[in-house]
């Protein structure tokens, strides 16, 4: 029984250290997507004030 234990205390530290891992890539990802997407609706939204300022004449 005691080496069940040590082998799901293996189990858990191996997948904690992965979880770890991912979760740190996973989160520059995320920077990322919300970066361009921050960039992408700031030129929409600068480029539809510049149409509309150019329409008013």
Not at 4 to 11: F, H
Not at 29 to 36: G, H, M, R, T, Y
């Amino acid at each position: 029984m005691e080496e069940i234990a040590d082998w799901l205390k293996m189990l858990g530290v191996n997948f904690g250290t992965l979880g770890v891992v991912s979760l740190t890539d996973l989160e520059v990802i995320l920077k990322i997507l919300l970066l361009v997407a921050t960039l992408v609706w700031t030129v929409a939204r600068t480029w539809k004030l510049l149409k509309e300022m150019k329409n008013d004449g």
